[in-house]
Structure formats: C-alpha cells, structure tokens
C-alpha cells in the first residue's frame, strides 16, 4: 500500500486542503495520507487560529489518516528548515512520496529550481545579495533567475524537493487550484487561509462566505473557540527582553548582526507588539524572520540548542484514525520516539528539575509543550498544560468543545 506524506500547517483546515487530500486518493490505489503538521506557531511566527489538537482532528475528518507535529524548533523556522524538518519525520516513518502544492504544475522545472540553489555559483550570487542587504526570500527569487520561484508555495516546493535528494520519497506534485496564498478575501468555496483568518479575525465576521470554505466541525471550532490575540505578545517579550541581559539576548536563535541592540532599543521605545514588530523591519529582516525571532527570544531557544537538536526526529500523535493506527504500529521498535502521551515521555517535573539531563528528543519536546502554553496565554482564558490535559481520556477536549459549538449552533 502507498503512504503519502504531506507537510501542512492546516490553518484553518479549509476545502483547498481537503481538494489536495481527494486529489492524492484520484490519483493513487488507497493510499494511507499522513500530514506533519506544525503545532502551535506557524512558519510565519504568528499563533495557530485554532489548537493543534482541533486543526489534526479537522485534517482526519477532511482525510487525512494520521497527523503528527511538525516540532517547534523546524515549524518557527526558514522554509528551508521547515521543509527539512517535515521530510525527516515523514523519512522516519517511512513514507513513499511527499504530495505538495504549487501554482506552477512543472515538477521538472521545480527540480532544476533545487538543484540551481545546491550549486557553487549560485551560493555565491546568493552570498553576495545578502552581504548587500536583501531578505533570504528575495535574494534567493533573484538568484535563481527562475519564474517558477514566485510565491510562499513555490519556494516551499523548491525546498521540499532540496530535502528530498537524501531520502528514497518521491515527489507528487499537486497543483493549486482558486486562490493565490497569500490571498486576503473570501471569493468562492476555496480561499486561502489567510482570506479565512482575516475574515475570521474581522470586527463583524461574515460567517455564511467562511462557512462556504470549510467542513462543519471546523466551522463550529472557529465560531466558538476562544482565539488568540497576537498583541497578547507584547507585555511578556518586553518584560523577558528588559529582564535579559545583552549576551543572553545574543545567544537566541536567530539573534545575529547585532538585532539584540535593535530589540532592545524597540522593547523600550514602543508600546505594541506591531510597533515592535515594525520598528524591526527591513530590507533584510522580513517581518515573518522577526515575528520569529520574538517566539525564540519567548521560548528561549538558542543556536546551542538548535545545533543539538538538528538531526533528532520523534513523531508527536496529534491524530488518527484506523488506517492511521497502522503506521503506528509499523514504526514501534524502530529506535524513532513514539510520543502518544505526553506524561511518558516528559512530565512539568522533569521540564523544570532535570531538563538539561535528558535525552535530546526530549528536550525538543519541552519547545512543543512551551509553544503550547505560549499560545494559550494569547488566549481570554489560558489552558495551561494543554498537552497534558488532551492526553487523558476523561477529557478528550476536541469532543468537548465539538459538542459545546454544536449545541450553540
């Protein structure tokens, strides 16, 4: 039977996502559909609109039959490491092919794009654009001289693939129907998640165009969950930045060329989280580079640890349904971490007493469970300890707050 892989972030899961998933199955004999899904933050460093556990369960219910977390230290990060982090999970589970979107239906002319970027005399085009100030994003379009390298998606393609030379998976190029990503309204049963988010996030949400673009249960969730509020950022980061000194602030992940002072300077002199954000912006440091940094800086993720950790897979159960179960049960013994309850495998305890005693694997997991609690604080009411309360049967929260909306509706 064939597995496919697919690397999302599901945010909202919407009627684009469930296309791809009905597309895959057209094209393929029964295959078994797993998605990496990032958790609580996106590759954008913006909060997930909905809970992990609600957005996997969405995803099973449009199709999908397994999904796992793509952990914090590769979703909050480049496209490169995003991609890279995807496919070494889905390597670990064995995966046959990696299905993926793009508005160019030219997988030969994708592949060229990847193999242009590993090539001497692009790496020194690429340096010598950087070293001149662009963005990573710009200077790499630019570099590669390519039409096909023009949107989110596209470049996501190109890295996809990048990481795919190391791995047996094959690719399955999927192309993308009705709205371009970075779409920001509803026309139609299939718009971008952005269009969705910003309607959502609207003072008065036009819930007949949002209920055209995605299934019931995701409808439900999104009228009645209590969403986060970015803004909600600001108060904790100045507060962690003000309290840190220089050379804790540069050890962060990400913290290079002297944005430490930068970051100083915006935490004392602005009074929101945009016009920190904005203050911090440039030619060569995009917002979604800064939005990111800010979670690292939060998190306290720092370049020591991602050195360490680079390289460790585990797979984080977010999702399932039966054929999903078998997955499970093919990976069991194969030296890859299987992490179904969070308390097995780390407990508060562990987190605040021995953390820098355990195996690496685990401590990757605590930036998942810190992720967790950081979004639920952007929340009206913070659930705290999330992923410990989703583990216990007595409170499977999905069918909670599913039936709560429902009963609204």
Request: one cysteine or more; hydrophobic letters at 40%.
């Amino acid at each position: 039977m064939t597995t496919v892989g697919i690397i999302a972030e599901y945010n909202p899961f919407h009627n684009g996502h469930r296309y791809q998933i009905e597309e895959i199955r057209r094209r393929l004999d029964d295959p078994i559909i797993v998605a990496v899904m990032s958790g609580s933050f996106t590759q954008r460093g913006e909060p997930a609109i909905l809970d992990k556990y609600i957005r996997a369960q969405s995803a099973v219910d449009g199709g999908v039959d397994l999904v796992v977390e793509l952990p914090f230290i590769y979703a909050v990060r480049s496209a490169q490491d995003f991609a890279r982090g995807g496919v070494k999970i889905l390597s670990a589970l064995g995966i046959d092919r990696l299905a993926f979107g793009s508005e160019v239906d030219d997988v030969e002319s994708i592949k060229k794009a990847a193999d242009l970027i590993d090539g001497d005399e692009l790496k020194l085009r690429l340096k010598e654009k950087l070293s001149a100030g662009q963005s990573y994003a710009r200077a790499m379009r630019e570099s590669i001289g390519s039409t096909v390298v023009t949107s989110p998606n596209a470049m996501l393609a190109v890295e996809y693939l990048r990481a795919l030379h190391s791995t047996t998976i094959e690719p399955l190029l999927i192309k993308r129907i009705g709205s371009n990503h970075d779409d920001q309204s509803i026309d139609g049963v299939i718009a971008s998640a952005s269009a969705i988010r910003a309607e959502v996030f609207s003072p008065d949400p036009d819930w007949k165009k949002i209920s055209a673009t995605v299934d019931s249960g995701t409808l439900a969730a999104l009228r009645s969950s209590d969403l986060p509020s970015i803004e909600k950022l600001f108060l904790p980061l100045a507060t962690k930045i003000m309290m840190s000194t220089a050379a804790e602030l540069r050890s962060i992940y990400g913290m290079v060329e002297g944005l430490e002072y930068k970051l100083i300077r915006a935490a004392r002199s602005t009074s929101s989280y945009e016009e920190m954000i904005g203050s911090m912006i440039s030619r060569r440091y995009t917002r979604s580079r800064i939005q990111r940094l800010m979670l690292h800086v939060l998190t306290g993720l720092t370049a020591d640890d991602v050195r360490n950790f680079d390289g460790t897979s585990y797979i984080r159960v977010l999702a399932f349904n039966e054929h999903g179960r078998s997955i499970l049960r093919s990976i069991r013994g194969s030296g890859v971490p299987l992490v179904t309850k969070t308390a097995q495998h780390l407990t508060t305890r562990l987190m605040y007493d021995r953390l820098s005693t355990l195996e690496t694997y685990q401590r990757m997991l605590a930036f998942d469970m810190r992720a967790t609690d950081l979004r639920e604080i952007l929340c009206s009411a913070p659930r705290l300890g999330l992923d410990f309360l989703y583990n216990r049967k007595e409170q499977n929260l999905w069918s909670m707050r599913r039936s709560t909306a429902n009963s609204h509706e």
